[in-house]
């Protein structure tokens, strides 16, 4: 067992408890005590926090990182280019930007990424001989750089919310029928199922990339495996009215339907909702994950974090296209986007903050045991209260989700080992 000293961590209370000794064994954390930096084996200074977690990611996006923001339009406009690359990608190309991707994701305190990945197969939508060359490649690509992954294999099938074949750009993503999807990602699950760092999930890409009659079939696939579940949804206004006049119900209405909602269902991006959804998210136990940097760079709009929070929602937090990656950040813009859209202040608590950043995140993606816990991943970060960001402040817990950023973060510790930052 080796034992780590911490002056300051969060334990998921009130307050960063002093001296906390954590016992790690076989990357996981065995026992949470009180001690000095003489009795422990290695020693952290400063914070010490929940390796924190982006429990929504496309790692492809971020070669869009700064190609995307000076030709205007929406978020239909921003798709052409996003196509463009996609279709550009080979497993090799792919393992080589994700693994830059999980890196910059490491050295920014990131511990575990929930992976959303719906690049499947050639440009034409003709399998590689392996189907799963790019599930593989995303695996790979996270050893590489020693995060805990969550790979959330998609299904898309279709290109709108009343059934229409995808379009030729989006050829690579589908499987061409959900009995294939299902076949496929069994077997990814079967080859994954060795490495202890990473785990299968399962997602419909949304309501337009997904028909109606298919949606039972993924939460089935979901259970079958034990897995998360995961989902965009009412990620713009013109899908709300798209899906209400297909189907005479907004997209939360339609997946509660069909069954879809679940504790181990997460949405994300739940921009649009009304509050009969909010209702329906609240009493089915799922979560909600949201992506302040790219709901804003999208132009997509600011979601109801606080009444989803009031309501008994869950929240997380992911850092989606990957045009910044900043955990810290997306915690902070999580209450200044409902400090602008209701116009007052301390809406969500510093605690709530980090829970959003951390330990909801690592129950969205299926490691039900995160934080600085008995029985948990031995993930946690160390953060400088000295850093420029924090100078001054105290480096309490309020000061480090308003003010920190990944500058702070001096330490990276996954699975009991300490990670070189790049």
Not at 113 to 135: C, I, K, L, R, S
């Amino acid at each position: 067992m080796t034992t780590w000293h911490a002056p300051r961590a969060w334990l998921a209370g009130d307050d960063l408890t002093p001296d906390v000794l954590i016992g790690v064994e076989e990357g996981r954390i065995v026992s949470v005590g009180s001690g000095t930096a003489s009795q422990a084996d290695a020693s952290l200074s400063g914070v010490i926090l929940p390796g924190l977690v982006s429990a929504h990611s496309h790692a492809f996006h971020r070669a869009l990182r700064g190609r995307t923001h000076s030709a205007g339009g929406d978020f239909w406009a921003w798709r052409a280019p996003m196509y463009e690359l996609a279709n550009s990608l080979t497993p090799d190309s792919y393992r080589v930007l994700a693994a830059k991707t999980f890196k910059e994701m490491v050295s920014s305190g990131i511990t575990t990424v929930g992976e959303f990945h719906y690049v499947h197969h050639q440009p034409d939508g003709t399998p590689y001989d392996d189907p799963n060359a790019f599930g593989l490649a995303i695996a790979d690509a996270a050893d590489d750089a020693g995060i805990r992954l969550t790979l959330i294999d998609t299904a898309y099938l279709t290109s709108d919310v009343d059934g229409s074949p995808v379009l030729a750009e989006q050829c690579r993503f589908s499987d061409g029928s959900i009995a294939a999807w299902r076949e496929r990602v069994l077997a990814l699950a079967e080859a994954l199922a060795h490495r202890p760092m990473v785990r299968v999930g399962v997602a419909a890409h949304s309501v337009r990339g997904v028909g109606v009659a298919d949606l039972e079939r993924i939460r089935l696939t979901a259970e079958e495996l034990d897995t998360p579940l995961h989902i965009h949804v009412s990620e713009q206004v013109s899908e709300n009215k798209a899906t209400l006049t297909a189907h005479g119900a907004t997209p939360v209405g339609l997946l509660s339907r069909k069954g879809f909602l679940t504790e181990r269902t997460t949405l994300v991006h739940a921009t649009h909702l009304t509050a009969d959804d909010i209702t329906t998210i609240a009493e089915s136990g799922a979560m909600v994950c949201f992506c302040p940097t790219t709901e804003s760079d999208l132009g997509d709009g600011i979601g109801p974090a606080t009444e989803l929070s009031e309501a008994g929602v869950p929240l997380c937090l992911g850092s989606d296209s990957n045009a910044v990656v900043d955990i810290l950040r997306e915690a902070y813009r999580l209450e200044q986007h409902d400090r602008l859209r209701l116009q007052r202040r301390g809406i969500h608590t510093p605690q709530a903050r980090m829970a959003a950043a951390s330990t909801i995140g690592m129950r969205s993606l299926g490691w039900h045991d995160g934080g600085i816990a008995v029985g948990g991943p031995a993930d946690f970060i160390a953060v400088d209260p000295e850093s420029d960001e924090l100078s001054g402040t105290g480096g309490d817990l309020g000061a480090i989700v308003s003010a920190a950023t990944r500058a702070s973060v001096t330490d990276v510790v996954i699975a009991g080992v300490a990670c070189k930052r790049s």
